[in-house]
């Protein structure tokens, strides 16, 4: 299994070829889940293949917005399919793989460990301190797609996610829970001053 070479390959292919309208789903936030999928896992634990498997489906698993905005995820496991095998991935890794993809459509179904890390990095930002900043692209991307219509809508939005999420790992319910819960306050406080 050659990790490095699969992310130098898929990194290249967002990098070139995610639409403009994703200022959310882009190329960077690929990037931040990968690197928070590691940090996570090194803090829960996790080595050796299965830190190679976690750390491949971070970069694979929104991939399929290469193909469209509708479910991405079966889109990403698509890519997986046909481009892991070339790079040493056997057919339990990339089902592994998947299986990490798959878990992330939301709402969030981890069924292990690799599943519930996976999932804690692709929302990471809810409880750190660029909460703001990524999230108004997500807003933006939104609004282009024609999902929601405005800021009151956005907020919202996001008190109904914030207030239905949870984080699944000890790490990220120790070190982004907290803040977390902070923004909610600082959304919910928004949406009383703008009635």
């Known amino acids: 299994m050659d990790q490095r070479s699969a992310k130098a390959f898929i990194l290249s292919l967002l990098k070139e070829g995610l639409p403009e309208k994703l200022t959310y789903h882009c190329f960077e936030h690929t990037v931040d889940v990968h690197t928070s ?67 992330t459509e939301i709402p969030q179904r981890p069924t292990d460990a690799l599943g519930e890390i996976l999932c804690d990095a692709d929302l990471d930002y809810l409880g750190r301190a660029d909460f703001f900043r990524i999230g108004n692209l997500l807003f933006q991307e939104l609004k282009s797609r024609g999902m929601i219509a405005n800021e009151r809508e956005w907020n919202e939005l996001q008190v109904r996610f914030l207030s239905g999420h949870r984080y699944f790992t000890a790490t990220s319910q120790r070190l982004r829970e907290p803040m977390k819960q902070q923004h909610l306050a600082q959304v919910r406080q928004w949406l009383a001053t703008h009635p």
């Open 37 to 103: 999928a590691i940090t996570i896992g090194e803090e829960e634990g996790i080595v050796g293949e299965d830190m190679e498997l976690l750390k491949t489906a971070a970069l694979f698993h929104d991939s399929g917005y290469l193909m469209g905005t509708g479910r991405h995820e079966f889109a990403g496991c698509s890519l997986a399919r046909e481009h892991l095998p070339r790079f040493g991935y056997d057919v339990d890794q990339v089902e592994t793989v998947c299986g990490l993809i798959m878990a």
